[in-house]
């Protein structure tokens, strides 16, 4: 048997080194053909345990595979019956997903793998590289598509009905999935913006789910707009490498820098990748679009596609050759103010998604943070700063992901079980669902960067690099950075008031309404994923310096073109940090270990005595009701006021009039409106409108005047080349 | 673990002194100065009632409260000798440490259901999130002076050499002593003897615990008086030697005591709404401590 299998490995081989890719449509007819003989020799040399040795050409046999993989499933979830359709998506991703993370576990392990496929005359060979980078996406993208993919199968069991709505969901699912791994694999700026396109399409078509709500279709357009705005920006920026080098190629980003400006190509990527990842003031689509997606869909796009993002700066920077202190203070500001705005804002809304938006704007900017220390890093010839601060994000990168995703898909189970995305209609919610609550509360202590979770580790990293900063010795860089220092550590305070809040008014207390259907705990399904996420989150929380070894490795090798610290870039700077952080790991242990001491001693103290129970003390007040609880618009009311220059509260009701002795029932409400949104944005939008409104006779509907047009605009070209103004 | 030992005996009188210091401000003569931990060994032994609306997280929240005050405990040095948990940004993970406590103590209260309850939530999230930047500024300070990052290092290198360097530490030691009243829930910010939950903030957070519970929470509030009255102390020991350093710890402790009963006597209480403004006015003490720094390292030329 073996020996069969072999040669069959060199059929496949040999196919795509003669075949060589020059037709399309025959390739695929033969991929499908010999999808099962690819697949038995991949499985037999898994089991052989031999592929660190597997080569270039075996990681084209998996792209291969996972696209015929994704293919077949395609026509094939048109087909099979509506129960199906969601075991068919989990099986597609989850062999998506393994065939992908195998080159990038190599990567990660230091083995580049480069290959190239032919894609017509036009664009030639189009480069493909999973380095260090890309697979470090690549995983974190994985893991969070197929949590999200098994929490989706039990969060969509209920549109048991809609059966070309699920196909469609699905199908768009393993594509989004796919074309987000094949963005961090592209080293070619025009195919690159592809993959980028088929992304953002298909998870905005993904958003849309509950199309037919008219709130759900805004917030898709406004995704699906604000998208295109920064595929403009990306277009300008790899048009103008293109102009400027005669290619497309990422590598030519390194002429360019060489030659130019620094400052401008970054700051046109830095747009056109900052409205993915969500900085300010590029954030509006994030509050809207995440509330309006499926709460899986909101998971995975807040722990993954935001993230492309960062992916993209992080790429772009490894291209960068000057002017990184200059950079690196504009992303520090940029990032404390995004991370400020973000939480506060968080803080004050009563959506329960909508908050966790708001919270990944947060993070976004922790990350920025440390994206903006590495790049000083680079600048003032600090190896260790270039690790600390771009190994705090990376690890922060893969932290929000974890954490985020988790908070969504808690928050999903809550909206699934009340309907209702209105966390002042709920409480109590830990007595009907306790275990979706702890996860809740798991996730809202890892996110406030308290140990012993995972989000402390990230944290202490860009402290570190922060701390370290300051040493350098610069008097501008020690106030921005000592103002950074005091950021960040607000913006862990706020988010400690905007999880308790969300947390205590979701799941403490009582109810707050009776609800139409009393709510249960989640399927099991639904739960598995989360705990899946724990573990991995518990993994990063308690063998941090694993982690951080793997992104020394990953920063070590990544492809920074004649940076000036070349020289000093040894991992082994990483070593001190590395012992702190599992000496971190083991007083997170005691600490689990000290607080379980004290429960004992309480346990025992308590034996014998008289426990009872009561009524919550009123203050002397005998009959209170559930309507009473303190709610979390008064909780972080107080917070509202003192930024009340930024956070616009809206309210309305009608006043009571002299005269009006007998008072009829009103009505009272108030809502926060996003500063930068309302004032700014829409502010620029309407006077845009107003200008274009000018020009609304170009366009009157007449057919004799687009005639006229044409010909106006044929005449004009006519002159112009008679006149030898264009060739 | 010598600072462990201390901050735990300096801890057994620290609230005492303080009841005794306001009761001979207004003229009384007042309780033993063991009297608040007497209190406390008889919460311990008595039973508990609970609220029906509570669940798990009231009942583990004030072990988990007094548990991360341990832990900090741990990490402050004392003079020379170093703390059971040092390691380079330690005065990081003692602050998320002690938030960790104030995440549940938080939630506990939100636990009850009860308006009253929630409303002292809010305050102390408000207040201490607060508090936050101005002690990091402080730390991001005395590591920019020292060039160490551990509390333990920081504080043996830190020098009282010139003028600036008092002004710095006199400095140094208000901001601390605000960050004691305002995470223990003192007298400008809060009073501890108000009768209406209204106007309460730490008070009515632990309304509904009781019995061990309430224990726990009131001995953790004297560990957290002497746990900054260390770090303040840590300000002025330096490199003294022990003989002297132990008997300067607990004279330090005590003034301190002694300073937080005579606020207490001669202070009343801010209006809930100017409390933001002086908790935040903090940070800007802090920065001048960084302007300060800035100065003695010769930073402005």
């Known amino acids: 048997m073996p020996a069969q299998l072999i040669i069959n490995v060199h059929i496949v081989k040999n196919d795509l080194q003669t075949g060589k890719w020059q037709k399309t449509m025959e390739l695929i007819y033969l991929r499908i053909e010999n999808t099962t003989y690819f697949l038995i020799p991949l499985l037999c040399k898994i089991l052989h345990n031999n592929f660190p040795g597997l080569q270039m050409t075996n990681a084209i046999i998996l792209m291969d595979v996972s696209w015929a993989t994704t293919i077949v499933a395609v026509v094939l979830m048109c087909f099979i019956p509506t129960t199906k359709k969601s075991i068919l998506a989990i099986f597609t991703v989850i062999i998506n997903a393994i065939l992908t993370s195998i080159p990038a576990v190599q990567a990660l392990g230091g083995t580049t793998t480069d290959f190239s496929f032919y894609a017509g005359t036009f664009l030639g060979d189009v480069p493909i590289r999973i380095d260090g980078l890309s697979a470090w996406f690549i995983l974190i ?86 998208m295109h705005i920064s595929i403009v920006f990306l277009t300008i920026g790899f048009l103008w490498v293109y102009l400027e080098t005669g290619s497309f190629g990422f590598h030519s980003f390194q002429t360019f820098f060489a030659s130019n400006n620094n400052l401008w190509l970054f700051i046109i990527f830095f747009v056109g990748f900052g409205l993915k990842a969500g900085f300010i003031p590029l954030h509006s689509w994030l509050p809207h679009a995440h509330p309006a997606a499926p709460s899986h869909i909101s998971g995975v796009m807040s722990g993954v596609i935001v993230k492309l993002g960062i992916y993209g700066l992080i790429r772009v920077i490894s291209y960068v050759q000057s002017d990184f202190n200059l950079l690196g203070e ?100 830990i007595k009907n669902m306790p275990q979706t609550a702890i996860i809740f509360l798991i996730g809202a202590i890892a996110i406030a960067g308290i140990p012993p979770f995972n989000g402390f580790i990230s944290e202490f990293v860009i402290y570190s690099g922060l701390i370290e900063g300051l040493k350098l010795g610069n008097i501008n860089l020690s106030s921005l950075l000592i103002l950074s220092f005091a950021g960040l550590s607000l913006m862990g305070g706020l988010s400690i008031l905007t999880f308790t809040k969300s947390f205590g008014t979701l799941f403490l207390g009582n109810e707050r309404e009776t609800l139409p259907h009393q709510p249960h705990e989640v399927t099991r399904i639904m739960l598995l994923p989360q705990y899946l996420i724990i573990a991995v989150m518990l993994s990063i929380a308690f063998v941090p310096q694993w982690y951080l070894a793997i992104v020394g490795t990953l920063l070590s090798g990544m492809a920074l073109v004649s940076h000036p610290i070349d020289q000093g870039l040894d991992v082994s700077l990483l070593a001190g940090y590395s012992k702190t952080l599992s000496h971190i790991s083991l007083y997170s242990l005691l600490f689990i270990a000290v607080i379980g001491l004290f429960w004992m001693i309480r346990h025992f103290a308590q034996k014998n005595k008289s426990i009872m129970t009561g009524n919550t003390w009123g203050c002397a007040y005998v009959a209170p009701n559930n309507r009473m609880q303190y709610t979390g618009k008064s909780y972080s009311k107080p917070l509202g006021k003192r930024f009340s220059f930024m956070l616009i509260e809206k309210k ?60 106006v605009f044929i005449l004009t070209i006519f002159i112009l080349t008679l006149l030898n103004l264009v060739k | 673990m010598l600072s462990f030992v201390l901050i735990l005996i300096a801890s057994v009188f620290f609230t005492g002194i303080i009841v005794r210091t306001k009761s001979m401000a207004s003229g009384r003569k007042g309780p033993g100065i063991m009297q608040p931990v007497k209190d406390v060994v008889r919460l311990f032994k008595k039973g508990a009632v609970y609220s029906r609306t509570t669940s798990f997280i ?92 551990s509390f333990h290092e920081m504080f043996a290198a830190l020098h009282l050499g010139s003028y600036i360097s008092y002004a710095i530490a006199i400095l140094a030691t208000f901001v601390l002593v605000m960050i004691v009243m305002i995470e223990n829930s003192r007298m400008p910010i809060d009073d501890p003897k108000t009768h209406l939950e209204l106007t309460m903030i730490h008070e009515v957070m632990i309304l509904d615990n009781s019995g061990f519970d309430l224990g726990l929470i009131m001995s953790a509030g004297f560990l957290k008086f002497a746990l900054y009255g260390a770090i303040i102390a840590n300000l002025f020991l330096g490199m003294v030697p022990y003989q002297y350093s132990i008997p300067l710890f607990f004279i330090i402790q005590g003034l301190l005591a002694v300073v937080i009963g005579l606020i207490e006597s001669f202070i009343a209480r801010f209006r809930m709404s100017h409390n933001p403004q002086f908790i935040f006015a903090l940070t800007s003490v802090s920065l001048l401590i960084f302007f300060g720094v800035l100065l003695v390292l010769g930073k402005f030329v």
């Open chain 1, 652 to 711: 309305r009701y009608p006043e009571i009039m002299a005269g009006e002795i007998f008072p009829q029932p009103r009505k009272y409400s108030s809502h926060y409106l996003d500063f930068i949104e309302h004032y700014i944005i829409d502010n620029a939008i309407r006077l845009l409108l107003t200008i274009v409104n000018y020009f609304k006779f170009i366009q009157n509907g007449r057919v004799q005047s687009y005639v006229m047009y044409g010909i």
């Open chain 1, 141 to 226: 993208i994985n893991f969070t598509s197929i949590t999200g993919v098994i929490y989706g199968v039990g969060y969509l069991k209920t549109y048991k009905n809609a059966a070309y709505k699920l196909s469609l969901h699905w199908i768009l699912f393993i594509l989004f999935h796919l074309s987000m791994i094949w963005v961090t694999l592209l080293q070619n700026g025009f195919v690159f913006l592809i993959a980028w396109e088929i992304m953002s399409l298909s998870s905005m078509l993904l958003v849309i789910f509950d199309g037919h709500l008219p709130k759900t279709l805004q917030a898709g357009v406004n995704y699906f707009v604000q």
């Open chain 2, 58 to 149: 009231f009942q583990i929240a004030p072990t988990i409260y007094f548990s991360s005050v341990v832990m900090a405990m741990m990490v402050v040095p004392f003079g020379q000798s170093r703390g059971f948990i040092s390691f380079n940004g330690d005065f990081v993970f003692f602050a998320y440490v002690l938030a960790l406590g104030k995440f549940f103590s938080i939630i506990s209260a939100l636990d009850t259901g009860s308006s009253f309850e929630g409303m002292g939530a809010s305050r102390e999230a408000l207040y201490s999130l607060l508090a936050e930047p101005a002690f990091f500024i402080l730390m991001g300070s005395f590591a920019l002076l020292t060039g160490y990052t």
């Open chain 1, 330 to 429: 504009i992303i520090i500001s940029i990032s404390i103010l995004t991370g400020l705005y973000g939480i506060l804002n968080a803080a004050v809304h009563r959506d329960f998604k909508k908050m966790l938006a708001y919270c990944t704007i947060e993070n976004i900017g922790i990350i920025g943070i440390g994206i903006g220390l590495g790049m000083i890093g680079l600048g003032s010839h600090s190896p260790l700063l270039y690790y600390l601060g771009f190994g705090g994000a990376l690890l922060h990168v893969l932290n929000h992901s974890l954490f985020k995703s988790l908070l969504f898909f808690a928050a999903g189970s809550v909206y699934q079980q009340t309907h209702t995305r209105d966390m002042e209609r709920l409480g109590g919610l």
